[in-house]
Nanobody
């Protein structure tokens, strides 16, 4: 089995910073892609950035930065100058390849984390 787990969320004042982490673990052969999404209360889940786009979406550039440590199967989301509108649950998604017994074939898994709450409020 494979899984991803987010961490680093919390309560921060407007203008503050947080750094989220997403770690993939399990019987991993290769992590093909990792992305960040977020979902505010009463709204649909939206794409923040990641492998799909090579970075954060245009509206978040300048405040948010995504980085990866492939050796650790980890992705980070550095969020600066946070605004109340950034309040949401932040989710990590990964597409993970697992080798079958003997390495004869691969299985790909689309894996979501449980999310980490980010609250921006004074």
């Amino acid at each position: 089995q494979v899984q991803v787990e987010e961490s680093g969320g919390g309560l921060v004042q407007p203008g503050g910073s947080l750094k989220l982490s997403c770690v993939a673990s399990g019987n991993i052969y290769n992590v093909h892609s990792m992305d960040w999404y977020r979902q505010a209360a009463g709204q649909e889940r939206e794409f923040v950035g990641g492998s799909r786009s090579g970075g954060v979406t245009a509206s978040l550039k300048g405040r948010f930065t995504i980085s990866r440590d492939n050796a650790k199967n980890t992705m980070y989301l550095q969020m600066n100058n946070l605004e109340p509108e950034d309040t949401a649950v932040y989710y990590c998604y990964a597409r993970i390849e697992v080798l079958g017994r003997g390495g004869a074939h691969s299985t790909f898994y689309d894996v979501w984390g449980q999310g980490t709450q980010v609250t921006v409020s004074s």
